[in-house]
């Protein structure tokens, strides 16, 4: 059981616009950064989205980051198919004084 | 351009000790905390800890009991130790910089197995 809450699916077709939700609490999101991961099969998680809403060089800007109270959302616009993969949320938690992840959302792209 | 590269043994009984350790390569030591997350198959990722290269750490608590991470910064190195593992500890074991865990190592599949 993760500490972060994120739909374990989500699917959408080539140039739909999707959210992916991460719930947490007062503790992790509520009072410290966001931050999202994508991962390919197979491959090592890549930092997609920082600091709840900013972007690392050469992450497009079709993915974009919002944060409100104790819940966030990853938004991909245009969606492609080499956007298939899982994404994950994670954020500090105060109250474990350690870092906490979503269980994470495998995306399809129909 | 800032690598990490990890390594340590893949295949492990029961009641041993896991290591691994992580190199950094390019960029600077100080400055961050240096990160262990693991991902067994199929599942989610959990962080295990973190260590700055004053070795100051933070722990997850349901592993802090079983888990040394210590570091070497005359190596820009760090590691990690897992004690008494069981099949639950199977999982690849990534090291990974904070920053926002902006750089990750490539992964090391550990396998619990008698």
């Known amino acids: 059981q993760s500490v972060l809450t994120q739909p374990p699916s989500a699917s959408g077709t080539p140039g739909q616009r999707v959210t992916i939700s991460c719930s947490g609490s007062?503790?992790?999101?509520?009072?410290?950064?966001v931050y999202w991961y994508q991962q390919l099969p197979g491959t090592a998680p890549k930092l997609l989205i920082y600091?709840?809403?900013q972007r690392p060089s050469g992450v497009p800007d079709r993915f974009s980051g919002s944060k409100s109270g104790t819940s966030a959302s990853l938004a991909i616009s245009g969606l492609r198919s080499e956007d298939e993969a899982d994404y994950y949320c994670?954020?500090?938690?105060?109250?474990?004084?350690?870092?906490?992840f979503g269980g994470g959302t495998k995306l399809t792209v129909l | 351009q800032v690598q990490l590269q990890q390594w340590g043994a893949g295949l492990l009984k029961p009641s041993e000790t896991l290591s691994l350790t992580c190199a950094v390569y390019?960029?600077?030591?100080?400055?961050?905390?240096w990160n262990w997350i693991r991902q067994p198959p199929g599942k989610a990722l959990e962080w295990i800890g973190e260590?700055?290269?004053?070795?100051?750490?933070n722990q997850n608590p349901s592993l802090k009991s079983r888990v040394t991470i210590s570091v070497d910064t005359s190596k820009n190195q760090f590691s990690l130790r897992l004690r008494s593992v069981t099949a639950a500890d199977t999982a690849v074991y990534y090291c990974?910089?904070?920053?926002?865990?902006?750089?990750w190592g490539q992964g090391t599949l550990v396998t619990v197995s008698s």
């Open positions: 600091r709840n809403a």
């Open positions: 994670a954020a500090w938690d105060d109250s474990l004084s350690g870092r906490v």
């Open positions: 390019g960029g600077s030591f100080s400055g961050y905390y």
């Open positions: 260590i700055n290269d004053s070795g100051s750490t």
């Open positions: 990974a910089r904070s920053s926002g865990l902006d750089y």
């Open positions: 007062s503790s992790n999101i509520g009072s410290n950064n």
